[in-house]
């Protein structure tokens, strides 16, 4: 079992920037890291991933150039460090988990068996 908790959530402004981050507890092996997003009355989607050993990422075509993943494993915490933020990155920001056999750039929610609570990023224009 992993347990996943986010942080770093708020108000910016367009333009931008914020850290986000997602500290996993549980179980010592590590996993593949996703970051999901689910906009206001829209369906959960897939913004960046890290694989289990840090040398692969994914982002989605929105995040390409802005939205960087990486992880500490000695702290066990994935970040995701966003910059020009503009209005249609406003979402609740989810971090996602499984294990390091399984692909990193699923973007089925359904995939993914552990998830975070989320944290809420409002971009003001």
């Known amino acids: 079992q992993v347990q996943l908790v986010e942080s770093g959530g708020g108000l910016v402004q367009a333009g931008g920037s914020l850290r986000l981050s997602c500290a996993a507890s549980g179980r010592s092996v590590s996993y593949n890291v996703a970051w999901f997003r689910q906009p206001p009355g829209k369906e959960r989607d897939f913004a960046a991933g890290?694989?289990?050993?840090?040398?692969?990422?994914y982002y989605t075509d929105s995040a390409k150039g802005r939205f960087t993943i990486s992880r500490d494993t000695a702290k066990n915490t994935v970040s995701l460090q966003m910059s020009s933020l503009n209005a249609a990155d406003t979402a609740v920001y989810y971090c996602?988990?499984?294990?390091?056999?399984?692909?990193?750039?699923?973007?089925?929610?359904?995939?993914?068996?552990?998830w975070g609570q989320g944290t809420q990023v409002t971009v003001s224009s």
């Open positions: 890290i694989s289990a050993n840090g040398l692969f990422t």
């Open positions: 996602a988990a499984r294990r390091p056999t399984q692909p990193t750039n699923d973007r089925d929610v359904s995939n993914w068996p552990y």
